[in-house]
């Protein structure tokens, strides 16, 4: 069965911490790794990963992704409160028809203390 | 562009009882793909309809429905509803023909609570 898998279920940090969100996966008919940040509200995007070893950055946030041990960090340097969601690890399986779907990890509650 | 938008936001139903929720996509987007989630069980995915007709499916019973009209918008019917259907329920769209689940956007969610 497909399977998705985060790491540290949550996390407290202060202001200015840096932070390692973990995801591993096994997943039949990989397609691609996705992130999203849920702040009680829709998920919103934050990278997609298909290849190995390639670092995806925006800002403070950086993803990057290991086919062959089958697992995804994304980090967060010089955290801030507005950081603190629940980020959700997916992971794109092929299935019937060429379509995919989405496989989500449980996520990790991030709080960022002032 | 609008984005994609639900309704009710918030509903609370007790047990036995049915409930129908509805998602209205992206203006030209004509995939609807509907998710559960819960804190024990986090995103799970239940079904995904493209021009009215059910593309994929999930691990779930048939208590959970879903139906796709000619103008993209769905709908979610959960029936007999039990204490464990207390999640969010949450819907994303996606453009025609890309097929690819990653190039979902996501509404706000429907808050169901089961007393």
């Known amino acids: 069965e497909d399977k998705v898998v985060q790491s540290p279920l949550s996390l407290v940090v202060h202001e200015g911490d840096t932070v390692t969100l973990n995801c591993s996966y096994e997943?039949?008919?990989?397609?691609?790794l996705l992130w999203y940040k849920q702040e009680k509200k829709a998920p919103t995007f934050l990278f997609m990963l298909?290849?190995?070893?390639i670092e995806k950055k925006s800002g403070r946030l950086s993803s990057i992704l290991d086919k062959k041990e089958l697992f995804s960090i994304l980090n967060i340097t010089a955290t801030q409160t507005g950081d603190s969601a629940v980020y959700l690890c997916a992971v794109e399986a092929l299935h019937s028809g060429n379509t995919g779907k989405l496989i989500f990890g449980q996520g990790t509650t991030l709080q960022v203390k002032p | 562009k609008a984005g994609v938008t639900q309704t009710p936001r918030y509903l609370i139903k007790t047990r036995g009882q049915q409930v129908t929720l509805s998602c209205s996509p992206i203006s030209g987007h004509r995939s609807v793909s509907w998710y559960q989630q819960t804190p024990g069980q986090g995103l799970q995915f239940l079904f995904e309809y493209f021009s009215e007709t059910q593309r994929n499916k999930g691990n779930f019973p048939g208590r959970f429905s879903g139906r796709q009209f000619s103008n993209s918008r769905s709908e979610m019917n959960v029936s007999t509803l039990e204490l464990g259907d207390s999640a969010l329920y949450l819907c994303a769209s996606s453009f025609p023909t890309s097929g690819r689940a990653s190039e979902q956007f996501f509404g706000p969610g429907t808050r169901l609570t089961v007393l």
């Open positions: 298909t290849s190995s070893g």
């Open positions: 997943v039949t008919n990989f397609r691609s």
